[in-house]
């Protein structure tokens, strides 16, 4: 009769401390579930305009196409400066890479061609070195690859500027007005530089 008694009683006994547990915690997830996609509906299902404390001319790298691109003047690595703007009526890569990155010195060869083949037609290349502790060997680079295009040594503004350069090598290509009108992040094959370079020119 007592084991009876016992089975009727665990039959009708309440919810466990660790079932609880869990249905408390699946309870706090699918809150904290609701609340991020409430408070980011736009920016998941693409609807909101970007905003925030950027700097003046701000371009993300993913920028729509025909944003003007942010001027700038950075030194040479032969000790002169160079425009952006002084540029207008070409069309220019702008490359912002560095000595130390596989992909990089991978592509360099192409924008090399690239700037034999179309600089006489109105073409041009600006590589933007990101270098900091690498910076002197900016100029041995240069030689050994030969590179036939200016080289700036850029600084954090200009990298903010441009959406904020989040892996190298990122390039950005401006139309003969100073708009940019494609942007790449990594190493990016020579035709289609080529495709760009071809329409705009």
């Keep these: ?8 009683k665990n ?3 309440p919810i466990s401390k660790k079932h609880r547990s869990w249905i408390y915690s699946g309870f706090f997830i699918g809150v904290i579930l609701l609340l991020f996609v409430f408070n980011n509906f736009d920016y998941l299902f693409g609807r ?8 003046p001319n701000y371009v993300p790298a993913s920028q729509k196409s025909s944003a003007l ?12 400066t160079l425009k952006l703007s002084s540029l207008k009526g070409k069309v220019v890569i702008v490359d912002f890479w560095a000595t130390w990155c596989p992909p990089c010195r991978k592509g360099i060869p192409d924008l090399v061609e690239l700037k034999k083949k179309y600089g006489s037609k109105g073409f041009e290349i600006v590589g933007v ?3 900091t502790d690498t910076k002197a060997d900016v100029v041995p680079f240069i030689k050994e690859k030969a590179i036939n295009y200016p080289v700036v040594y850029g600084n954090m503004n200009v ?7 989040r892996a190298i090598p990122t390039s950005f290509v401006i139309d003969k007005k100073g708009k940019i009108v494609a942007s790449y992040e ?13 329409k705009l020119l």
Excluded at 1 to 8: I, L, W
């Design 69 to 80: 691109a942010p001027d700038f003047t950075l030194p040479t690595t032969d000790g002169k």
């Design 186 to 198: 990594g190493l990016t094959p020579s035709e289609t530089y080529e495709s760009h370079i071809k």
């Design 1 to 8: 009769m007592a084991d009876k008694s016992v089975n009727e």
């Design 129 to 131: 070195s990101v270098d």
């Design 48 to 55: 909101a305009e970007e905003n925030g404390p950027y700097p």
């Design 159 to 165: 990298y903010q500027q441009y959406g904020g350069i």
């Design 11 to 13: 039959k009708i006994s």
